[in-house]
Nanobody, 120 residues
C-alpha cells in the first residue's frame, strides 16, 4: 500500500500549487481521502476531505474558499488545489485514505508528505 504526494514547492504569497496523491496497493475508489498538514513547530491539522466518489467534501475553516479537494478514481489519484497561498500555509502536506466514518474518517493509510513553502 502506498500514497505518494507530489506537487509541493516554493511559491510566493498569493500564488497557487496543485498537490497530487497517487494511490497504489488498495482499491482507492472505495476510500475517502483527506489532506492534512504540519507546520513547523505545530501539530498536524486537518485541511480537507473528500468521500469515496467525490460527491461530498469537507474543509477546515482555514481552507474554505482557497483550497479545493478533488479526486480521479480512474487514475487512483487525489488532488488538492491551493490558491491565494499565505505565509501561514507553509507546511508539510500529507494525504491519507480511510474507509469508515464521514466526515470524521478513520484514516488507515498515510503518505510521506510534500513540502509547501510560501515566501513573501
Amino acid at each position: 500500500v502506498q500514497l505518494v504526494e507530489s506537487g509541493g514547492g516554493l511559491v510566493q504569497a498569493g500564488g497557487s500549487l496543485r498537490l497530487s496523491c497517487a494511490a497504489s496497493g488498495f482499491t482507492f475508489g472505495f476510500y475517502a481521502m483527506g489532506w492534512f498538514r504540519r507546520a513547523p513547530g505545530k501539530e498536524r491539522e486537518f485541511v480537507a476531505a473528500i468521500n469515496w466518489n467525490g460527491g461530498s467534501t469537507y474543509y477546515a475553516d482555514s481552507a474554505k474558499g482557497r483550497f479545493t479537494i478533488s479526486r480521479d478514481n480512474a487514475k487512483n489519484t487525489g488532488y488538492l488545489q491551493l490558491n491565494s497561498l499565505k505565509l501561514e500555509d507553509t507546511a508539510i502536506y500529507f494525504c491519507a485514505a480511510g474507509r469508515s466514518g464521514w466526515p470524521s474518517v478513520a484514516y488507515e493509510y498515510w503518505g510521506q508528505g510534500t513540502q509547501v513553502t510560501v515566501s513573501s
